[in-house]
């Protein structure tokens, strides 16, 4: 009852299209389910995604979910989850993706999920990290354990979204560091993160899980942007 007075006082609108939802659609209308532009990445190795990292991260696997365009479902999606607090469209979309991932068998090596983290000013300005929910469903339903500790940012980056493309390699390459024991040599690591653009941040973060011995990369992103 409480739940109907509310949604009638305060309707439930589609993260998408801001149209009002259904009683049986959650967080994304069905329209906008239908219209996300997804990508076939996990249906080859070498696609857009995994060529981003040749020749400057040794990496095993390398997908996105679904095409970033500008002005577009995604991006619309990624800002509200980014900065709206709308933290439900992560469990949405992790539930959605995580049955494609489970089908790959790269990926059914994973030790760990370790999402890309934010430093702690941001986190604590945010108060959340905008793929941690994502992560937290494709953990459960993969069965792989989630590790937010493992890699941290040891200083606090001005945004990428703010800087020139040429410039964004300068500011991610020595913002990431592990804290790491014995019980990680050997594990093979899947990186999380919500966009991936120039892949300098993930490559970063990268090149920090591999100073672990023997370790491996593979990398998951919501979504993937040719800009």
């Known amino acids: 009852m409480l739940k109907n007075l509310m949604n009638l006082f305060f309707p439930l609108v589609c993260n998408g299209c801001q149209k009002m939802l259904n009683t049986n659609e959650v967080g994304i209308c069905v329209t906008c389910r239908h219209e996300i532009p997804l990508t076939s990445h996990l249906e080859q190795k070498n696609n857009e995604a995994y060529n981003k990292f040749n020749g400057k991260l040794p990496v095993e696997h390398v997908s996105a979910m679904m095409y970033y365009h ?12 980014k900065y709206k607090n709308q933290q439900n469209i992560g469990t949405i979309l992790g539930d959605w993706h995580v049955e494609n991932l489970k089908g790959n068998d790269i990926l059914k090596s994973v030790d ?10 941001r986190l604590k300005k ?9 992560c937290e469903r494709i953990s459960e339903g993969m069965q792989i354990p989630l590790n937010e500790n493992i890699l ?5 980056a001005v945004t990428q979204s703010k800087k020139k493309l040429t410039d964004r390699n300068l500011v991610a390459t020595t913002t990431f560091d592990v804290h790491f024991d014995e019980k990680h040599h050997d594990k093979h690591f899947l990186l999380i993160d919500d966009v991936l653009t120039t892949g300098a941040t993930l490559e970063a973060c990268g ?15 919501m979504a993937f942007s040719h800009s």
């Open 112 to 121: 760990y999920i370790v999402p890309v983290p934010l430093h702690k000013k």
């Open 152 to 156: 941290y940012r040891n200083e606090y």
């Open 126 to 134: 945010r108060g959340y990290n905008q793929v941690t929910t994502f």
């Open 70 to 81: 500008k002005r577009g479902i995604v991006q619309q999606l990624i800002h509200n989850l």
């Open 207 to 221: 090149k920090a899980l591999l100073t672990i011995p023997n370790a491996k990369i593979s990398i998951v992103t």
